[in-house]
């Protein structure tokens, strides 16, 4: 790096931001054309993590394929386990007894909070403040032994299984779950002072990147950077899927779509998360975890199927076509960063380098997920 | 004239002594704090509590290879580190640490050669930290290290003007730029200290803050470390330096803390004079113990503000400073005046 | 969003290739034969014409599938997003038998009721062109060059048709049914 530019006479340069880079959290690579501290283009390249999940799809039976909906979003993990679950179960037609719904969306709330606590302290780490990430992990930690106890991975989750789960909770873990709650809501008011209302992170983070609605839409922007533009869709209220709508739970919206929106989007579905794993704890069901009749080999029917989730990071979505073997023909993944990153390159254009960043970090990459 | 030469000598050593023992402990200070702030436990491997990690730092970095990347500038390359050490050293000299204050020494001054222009040799050496952020970043012929330098010098300017009128306003009022008369004009107890807006400077209080805040982003500390923001510009202008070359930068850093917060004692806080002489007989009236703990506080205050904020943006920063804290520091030099000099003058 | 309006414009440009068959409806509630490739059966089937399907949302995830001419792929998205949906997806599959590839534009309705549209295009394997959606939806931008490196379609007037996610100078297409692995 480095070796033409300085001795140029040219008006713009150009820095690599990655694939090794702090601000990328992962292999993300950005070309920046850089006037002084001004962007002039930022074009993200794509590629240092992929591992090629389609076509793994397309050679693994549909059960051995379940392992790899952990791998994909590792922070996320349970939501596309519960969108691969979902879809077969939807090409199958196998009906998921009330219980097994219950924990799968208990466990996939409590792992959504965990992916929005680490975003934030992530996020905080960005703008140069150290401590908020240490808390974040704090906190994080025991959303993780929790899981740990039920699922028996701590990131890498594989828990859900067609038609059901792979084992029951049991009363610890639900009263851990409820002292952990109690304890993340005596713990958000401190999050808010220390880090929301500081005047350093709202004068980094007010009026920067701004999105507007039309924006995201054409550029299939989802999750919380489109309710960060003030446009009210959520897979979970839209379109909705298990046991969301006999819950009670309101989707964030803000409108100013600039970076301090997408934050307190995220900040505010961690409160909604925690309303919904109560929810599921007070009415958790008594019965059977796993649907009685799953047939051993999954064949399912020709044709092909569409099925969305709202992952951590906005639509996850899977389209696969099925020509009647155990085996998909075609096993597309809708991956949301992927959609959200591809906004950076227009949005980024005449920021500077900081705010670029911040940008970069309201938009909550995972570089594994945009790669897959 | 011997006896002369044995003082400079002995005082030499300390201070050099003085400067790596701060630089390297301060940085114990600050891990240890940074993992008391986090709720962690921060070194404790090497030596009881971590205390010799340190001394084991030290020594890896003294054994580690020094790499030359290619196409650098290498005589600049090897200038900077010093640039950045030899002026906080120099500094030191002038820096009065106050009488020993008990025994039979009890009037001995801890200072290698008070002179009577200490402040502005202070400030003077100070100003030369900028030229180590330039030559360190440009010669390193790393793009990062480029952009942290430009930072780093536009952020060195804008800030040391408001440092500068802000002293100003003290010399203004102590009549003097010796550091030891400085000190001597607010001894008495707290309330006589130029910080408060009892004695002839109603904006004793606004000097101070902005002096503070100079401080703070003079000797590139976060909120303000924008030079090495870390998640935009990698290591900022030492991201090429290995080995000693990077611990002499580092040194050079927390030396600068040291020579700040003495700066902010001496001409705020009254030096090495006891906050309350009168009633609290500890440690004497003055003596140079009260000027540790006043700079240690200080430093105290960095670490807090470092781990608790995030870091600024270079465009806030440079309005914070030409559009905020230099016409502060320069209305605050006009009252000082009207107050010390043309009061006076009406028979007021 | 209208979905009528959606219905009526995407099932005229559907139908507009086809002079001779200008109503293609099929029962979307029957079975699952529609699309699907019937390599299993002895004799396969028609395969499926041009044309708009209401599908059962519950069993397939999406309302409406539209199978069209390649060149009428710009102005379906223009429909659509006249209509104020967005590009969810692009991707292609490969039916080797029948010696097509098929690319699979998905849309999805953001503001309100959930609307899913796809839109299919079934394109020779040995001349595998088919126009850019890029000036509609800039999204479109990062998956087509996603399917240009899995399945090496050429989208006519793609800015900047690279890999995106393998190797630069990669020059084998993974998700082609032939691809044997490197």
Sequence with gaps: M????????????EINLGPQHPATHGVLRVKLTMDGEYIVDAEPVLGYIHRMHELMGENRTWAKYLPNMGRIDYLSALSYNLGYVQLVEKMMGIEVPERAEYIRVLTTEMNRISSHLLWFGAFVLDLGGFTPLLYAFDDREHILDLLESVTGSRLTYCYYRFGGLYNDVDDDFLTGCTQFLKR??????????????????????????????????????????LRGSGVNYDVRKNEPYSIYPELDFDVPVYSDGDSMARYMVRMDEIEQSMRIVEQC???????????????????????????AVEAARGTFAIRA???????????????????????????????????????MGSLDLVIPEIDR | MDLNLVHMVLFLVGIIAFAAGNAAYLVWVERKGAARIQRRTGPCEVGPAGLIQPLADGAKLMSKQIVFPDGIDKPLFMLAPMFAMIPAVMIFVTIPFGPVGFGPFADFMIVAREMNIGLLMILAFASVNVMALLL???SSKNKYAVISAIRGVSQGIAFEIPLVITAITIVMISGSMQLSTIVEAQAGGFWN???????????????????????????????????????ELIAGFHTEYSSMGFGLFFMGEYANIVIGASLTTILFLGGWTSPFPEFVPVLGASSFLWFLLKIYLLIWTVVLIRWTYPRVTLWSLLNLAWKILIPFALINLLGSAVLIKILPMLGL | MNKATIITELRALAAEGMPDEPEVVETPASEEPEEGAKKKKPAPPEPRKNGLLELDYVRRGVHVDVQMAADQVVRGAEILDAEGLQLEAITGVDWIKENELEVVYDFSYTGGECFRVVLRVRIPRDEANIPTLNDVFPSANWHERETYDFFGINFEGHPQLENLLLPEDSDFHPLLKDFKGL
């Design chain 1, 2 to 13: 480095g070796s033409q530019a300085l001795s140029q006479n040219n008006e713009t340069f």
């Design chain 2, 136 to 138: 360190g970043g440009w």
């Design chain 1, 184 to 225: 993340l809501r005596s713990r958000m008011p401190m999050y808010h002072k220390l880090v929301t209302g500081n005047v350093i992170l709202r004068q980094r983070l007010v009026g920067v990147g701004p999105l507007s609605a039309e924006m995201c839409r054409k550029y299939g922007a989802t999750g919380p950077v």
């Design chain 1, 321 to 359: 076509v099925s020509d009647g073997k155990n085996q998909a023909y075609r096993m597309k993944l809708r991956a949301p960063t992927f959609c959200n990153l591809s906004l950076y390159q227009e949005a980024s254009k005449g920021m500077l380098l900081a705010d670029a960043l911040a940008f």
């Design chain 1, 281 to 307: 704890i007070a009415k958790m069901p008594q019965g059977e975890i796993k649907a009685p009749k799953v047939p051993k080999l999954i064949k399912p029917a020709i044709g092909d199927y569409y099925h």
């Design chain 2, 193 to 231: 200290w130029n910080w408060m807006p009892l004695q002839g400077n109603l904006f004793g209080p606004v000097s101070f803050i902005v002096f503070f805040i100079c401080f703070l982003a003079e000797t590139n500390r976060a909120p303000f470390d924008l030079g090495e923001a870390e998640s």
